[in-house]
């Protein structure tokens, strides 16, 4: 009879650890690259070759019959794209970042009959188009400069349009959770995540 009530509870605790990875792993999070290419006269380009490396293998897709390409599913980090054609200028962008829960959007114009490799140096465009939510992503320097705690609470006081009900001076509310608000939703609207895994 004990045999049989520890091996029940084997079982239960088993189910309770896949659910939690489970949980775990479907809170990750991403980011998206999207663009068009086109012709020096603003025509669409089908079939150009763009690749793009950084985080992880890299990736090659192709763009449509009007010159879309996307890479959904992206890592946040940054990124080094190039568009290929023949006939066509290869114009590279390195350095693009993608932010967590952000679509990056990079459009290429390629010359047509120049052999040189053309790169931009610009940086990404901080609009993003295709975003539907809000959020502030703080970057480990941005936490570094923080006169105060670096509890949730004090990191959100960053972020633009939050409202806190205590500010910590000197860390003199470090720890204390406060009550907010965000570009008009409560406080239990809102998700934290570090590095892509949900902690709210």
Known sequence: MKLNFNWRRAVVVAAIVALATAGIAS???FGALYGVVTDENGQPLPGVTVTLEGMGAPRVTVTDEVGRYRFPGLDPGSYYVKAEL????????PNVVVALNRNTTINFTLSSAVEDVITVTSESPLLDERRLAQG???????????????DPWSVMNQAPGVL?????VGGNESGQQSVFLGLGTTMSENDFLVDGVQIT
């Open 164 to 168: 806190v009900d205590r500010i910590n």
């Open 86 to 93: 023949d006939g066509f200028s290869t114009v590279e962008q």
């Open 27 to 29: 809170a990750q999070q």
């Open 136 to 150: 502030a992503n703080i970057s480990q320097v941005e936490l570094e400069k923080i006169p105060t705690a670096r």
